[in-house]
């Protein structure tokens, strides 16, 4: 077995993948985003501070975009306790898309 494997660089994997959805938003110009985990939000909301906790629940327009806020499936998947609250978002989620 080849211990010399690579590291994971969380943060660089992170500014990678946080330049590839800022293309996305500016090609696909979304109706709605799904910020799921604290990252997310804080990036989408242009706000380090910001927590799924205070802001799931309700609809913001952020970035002139209709947007939701989760928490990561990871987490949920640790604190099983989130699961329905997970739940209860997608619900809202699609009942916004729906119109409901």
Do not use: I, S
């Given at each position: 077995?080849?211990?010399h494997f690579?590291?994971?660089?969380?943060e660089a994997a992170r500014r990678a993948c946080l330049k590839h959805l800022?293309?996305?938003?500016?090609?696909?110009s979304p109706q709605w985003v799904m910020c799921l985990g604290n990252v997310a939000v804080q990036w989408f909301f242009l706000d380090p501070e910001a927590e799924v906790r205070a802001?799931?629940?309700s609809w913001h327009t952020v970035r002139e975009i209709g947007t939701r806020v989760s928490y990561h499936?990871?987490?949920?998947r640790?604190?099983?306790?989130?699961r329905s609250r997970f739940l209860e978002d997608?619900?809202?989620?699609?009942?916004?898309?729906?119109?409901?």
């Open positions: 077995m080849d211990r690579r590291a994971y660089d969380k800022e293309r996305q938003l500016e090609e696909k802001l799931r629940g499936p990871l987490a949920v640790r604190r099983p306790n989130l997608w619900r809202a989620l699609g009942e916004g898309f729906r119109g409901k």
